[in-house]
């Protein structure tokens, strides 16, 4: 599997003792953690398709994970149109998931202004 920037990844799915968990996609460790998912609403149009370009007509969740054995970070980006739901896994930093959040806090403020 490759990331978005053509880096290869492990699967993040990872089996042990024949339970299913969330590995590191860099390094397949399942000692992972999540941070504080960010909710983007969609306003039922595309309003928060550029995050992570997801492409949906909806709402998008962007779950962060870091892994516990270094410093790898990337996240889980869900996006729901009409009750179908898409999904994304993207290697990233923290700063990318928070630079993403204002452009689609600019977006929103431009059109209620407008």
């Known amino acids: 599997m490759l990331g978005m920037n053509g ?21 397949g460790t399942e000692y ?6 960010r909710y983007f609403n969609g306003n ?11 492409r949906v ?8 994970f870091y892994c516990e ?3 790898h970070e ?3 980006v869900l996006g729901e149109t009409k009750g179908r739901m898409k ?3 993207v290697l990233t930093r923290m700063h990318d998931i928070i630079a993403s959040e204002m452009i689609i806090r600019s977006i929103q403020e431009e059109e209620t202004i407008s």
């Open 7 to 27: 880096q290869k990844i492990v699967s993040p799915l990872h089996m042990f003792m024949g339970k299913e968990y969330i590995a590191c996609p860099y390094c």
């Open 57 to 64: 007509r909806g709402d998008v969740m962007v779950i962060p």
């Open 69 to 71: 054995e270094g410093t």
């Open 87 to 89: 999904h994304r896994i």
């Open 74 to 76: 990337w996240v889980v």
């Open 44 to 54: 039922n149009a595309y309003d928060a398709s550029c995050i992570y370009d997801i």
């Open 32 to 37: 992972v953690r999540f941070g504080m998912p």
